[in-house]
């Protein structure tokens, strides 16, 4: 399994040996986790147990039944080079023959200050400073923080479809699903303040700013505001043009601080390194992951001199900090793949790909959203949507819905796609759409 190959599958989908897989899984990890189908009258589920995953190269993942399938989730998006890069295991490799652990805010690696040093190299001017995390939560908590030590104000604005994470300071800002935040809302940050982000297709940037407006006017008690420059779990929603640049006004107007999430839509994915680079526009602080650590659960939050220099400097008891901060092997993954996609120039051929990948599913009748490698196929409802996936993966094909009514297909390929495969899924795509209705 070279990373280029086209499905190829042995059993059913899932195979033995995943049902068999996931039957002990069931006996050891909380239910809520991993969905699966049930096993009881009693029991609620889904309608198939998940694959199990043993081995992933390019764009190729084999389950433990030995068949083969084309990932065009990226896992998450976190295999923009595609799965197991080769510079990317060779770094981790020669990582852990010499340094696994260190002690990120007492002492520090070597590759961590030369991470920092990277990030602050290739984010857009004027972004310098990191706070170094292990999930895209942990950025935007590290990001929350940082507003309020900067503005002494807590107040939040976030959009309607933004999703940011699950951990509490991010659950306050989820706008996603209102079922994450209900059994936790008296534990969340009472003054954040939901604005509705622009519908798919809109036009119109000033239209599209008015409840953000509204709401910095209103008061609040607001340090800051909290966006994604084009929306990922939330359906691939690309904002109008200039409405990066609106949001970035009304935050100086109003003295708060812009905090753009490139969790999804960093290092390359949307055809620029960073998404706000199309407006050409520069948080204040600026959440990362995913794709960052080429595989290895590694985020940042990446900010101004101004507005991280806020929190003082250290007294030998750093106020926010993690044991594994600045993890030296993930360091040096990171490392290895930004250097990748700045030699090789991901960016670019990401956006040639998007074109091309864009214009074979117009070709075939489906509208599309997103940007690069970042697109969503619109279908007709959510049971179209839930239906196309299972399809496609019984043909090999993996892929995800996405959206807050959840009918839309996310389409998110590792940059190492093949013209062979994308060709591939676009046939599986329109036949299995075709056979549950066309797309909406």
Known sequence: ?????????????????????????????????????????????????????????GSNVMDVDGNVYVDFTS?????????????????????????IHAMGDVYPSDVKIELCEQLADMSPDGLERSILGLSGASAVESALKTAAIHTGKTGVVYFSGGYHGLSIGALAVQGYNA????????????????????????????????????????????GAVILEPIQGRGGNVVPPDGFLRGVRSLCDDHGVVMILDEIYTGFGRTGRMFACEAEGVTPDVMCVGKAMGGGFPLSAAIGTAEVMDSWGASRGEAIHTQTFLGNPLGCAMALAAMRVLVAEDWPSQVAALGESLTARLEERGFRVRGRGLMLGVELADVRTSLQVVDRCRASGFLVLPCGTAGDVLSVTPP???TDAQMAAFVEVLENAVEKEGRAG
């Open 1 to 57: 399994m070279d990373g280029t190959a086209l499905p190829s599958l042995r059993t059913a989908i899932p195979g033995p040996e995943s049902v068999a897989f996931v039957e002990r899984l069931a006996r050891t990890e909380c239910p809520a986790i991993t969905a699966r189908r049930a096993r009881r009258a009693d029991e609620t589920g889904v309608g198939q147990d998940p694959i199990v995953w043993a081995e992933a190269r």
């Open 75 to 99: 896992a998450f998006g976190v295999c923009g080079l595609g799965h197991s890069h080769p510079a990317v295991v060779q770094a981790a490799q020669r990582q852990a023959d010499r340094l």
């Open 179 to 222: 079922g994450f935040r209900a059994p936790f809302e008296s534990m969340l940050n009472p003054n954040s303040v939901r604005v509705d982000y622009p519908a798919p297709h809109a036009t119109d940037a000033d239209a599209a700013l008015t409840g953000l407006e509204h709401a910095l006017r209103a008061g609040h008690d607001l």
């Open 415 to 417: 940059f190492v796609v």
